[in-house]
């Protein structure tokens, strides 16, 4: 199967369309855009970062990097730090390390997403694999 079988039931549950775009096994967003000659600001990378006990995903576009010293103000604390592979194995046990969709809620986690994301008519993510990636509208995304 091309995406998660958790995220393959909630968009067929909801009757999204969607399309997968296969490519050649890559792990950096930024590679998979150009691969996939789709724009890096389209692209959206999932970050997930720990705040004090809890774990959240911010999805960003695939040529930005998280900045903890901002997070550490948006969410009023000291306690923010990038989430361990270990940790992120747990979190999505029917993803590849690496590939999980921006679908966190369907995982227990809050989600945080760009602004910039939100401006263009699609979104292009991963969805469980590090060889296939999702295009759908954005306002089906949201």
């Known amino acids: 199967m091309s995406i998660s079988r958790t995220l393959n039931s909630f968009l067929d549950r909801e009757r999204v369309q969607y399309d997968v775009l296969p490519h050649p096994e890559a792990f950096r967003a930024a590679q998979i855009a150009h691969t996939l000659h789709t724009p890096q600001r389209e692209m959206a990378k999932v970050v997930i970062v720990k705040v004090e006990k809890r774990f959240v995903m911010t999805v960003l576009p695939a040529s930005w990097n ?35 969709p921006p679908f966190g809620n369907l995982y227990g986690l809050t989600v945080y997403v760009d602004q910039s994301l939100t401006e263009d008519e699609e979104i292009v993510f991963q969805a469980g694999k590090n060889s296939d990636e ?9």
Do not use: S
């Open 66 to 100: 998280v900045d903890l010293h901002r997070l550490k103000t948006v969410f009023a604390t000291h306690q923010v730090r990038l989430a361990t592979e270990n940790e992120i194995t747990d979190l999505f046990p029917d993803c590849e390390l690496g590939a999980m």
């Open 134 to 142: 999702n295009r759908m509208r954005y306002w089906d995304f949201e």
